[in-house]
Nanobody, 126 residues
Framework: QVQLVESGGGLVQAGDSLRLSCAAS????????VGWFRQAPGKAREFVAHIEWGTGSAAYSDSVKGRFTMSRDNGKNLLYLQMFGLKPEDTAVYYC???????????????????WGQGTQVTVSS
């Protein structure tokens, strides 16, 4: 099993930047797909981005494309989500998730993922 821990959230003003981290232990990210999701109060869990660990191939939701970017530290089993130009609508609890093996239905549905972190709060004030 893999354990995931997110960190790096906080309270920022609109236009600021944050870098979130997702750390894996118990199992490496090798051969996994790792996703970022977020959930605001009263809202469904929303896909943000995912990365295929082996290839580095990444995909982003339209709402964050051009503002958020992922990077990896393979040796430390760390995945970062660098967020620029934060907006109040980005306010949510951010989760990282992992799945081992390929999904025929893609990786934007949270039900695809088997392992989840505890989440980290990002609050963006106007």
């Amino acid at each position: 099993q893999v354990q995931l821990v997110e960190s790096g959230g906080g309270l920022v003003q609109a236009g600021d930047s944050l870098r979130l981290s997702c750390a894996a232990s118990g199992r490496t990210f090798a051969r996994s797909v790792v996703g970022w999701f977020r959930q605001a109060p009263g809202k469904a869990r929303e896909f943000v981005a995912h990365i295929e660990w082996g290839t580095g191939s990444a995909a982003y939701s339209d709402s964050v494309k051009g503002r958020f970017t992922m990077s990896r530290d393979n040796g430390k089993n760390l995945l970062y989500l660098q967020m620029f130009g934060l907006k109040p609508e980005d306010t949510a609890v951010y989760y990282c998730a992992a799945v081992y093996g390929w999904s025929s239905t893609g990786y934007s549905d949270p039900s695809t993922y088997d392992y989840w972190g505890q989440g980290t709060q990002v609050t963006v004030s106007s």
